[in-house]
């Protein structure tokens, strides 16, 4: 079946940087765009980046700029560079195949935790 494990989060201060991995299994990576949302405590879990098959990448207004998505389908993995980082990114983060409108395809992994401190 499909698993999605995502790591490297933590607690940083305001202007930090993380960089969080994600790494997938039970799909034929390289044939799916991936991407990395977030979800904050009361509000609605959103797409933050998404990175095509061509690598192509589209981004949140929130964090364009900021965050940057990459992936390496030899490991079958995604990942997302978050820098400049402040409070309101604060979420669990979790990653997906990207489907459609946005949504993610595959039941959720358990996330990773980003705590940015003011």
């Known amino acids: 079946q499909v698993q999605l494990v995502e790591s490297g989060g933590g607690l940083v201060q305001a202007g930090g940087s993380l960089r969080l991995s994600c790494a997938a299994s039970?799909?034929?990576?390289?044939?799916?765009?991936m991407g990395w949302y977030r979800q904050a405590p009361g509000k609605q879990r959103e797409l933050v980046a998404r990175?095509?098959?061509?690598?192509?990448?589209i981004y949140a207004d929130s964090v364009k700029g900021r965050f940057t998505v990459f992936r390496d389908n030899d490991k079958n993995t995604v990942s997302l560079q978050m820098n400049s980082l402040k409070p309101e990114d604060t979420a669990v983060y979790y990653c997906?195949?990207?489907?459609?409108?946005?949504?993610?395809?595959?039941?959720w992994g358990q996330g990773t935790q980003v705590t940015v401190s003011s």
């Open positions: 997906n195949v990207v489907g459609a409108y946005g949504s993610g395809s595959y039941p």
């Open positions: 039970g799909i034929i990576f390289s044939n799916n765009a």
């Open positions: 990175i095509a098959i061509n690598r192509g990448k």
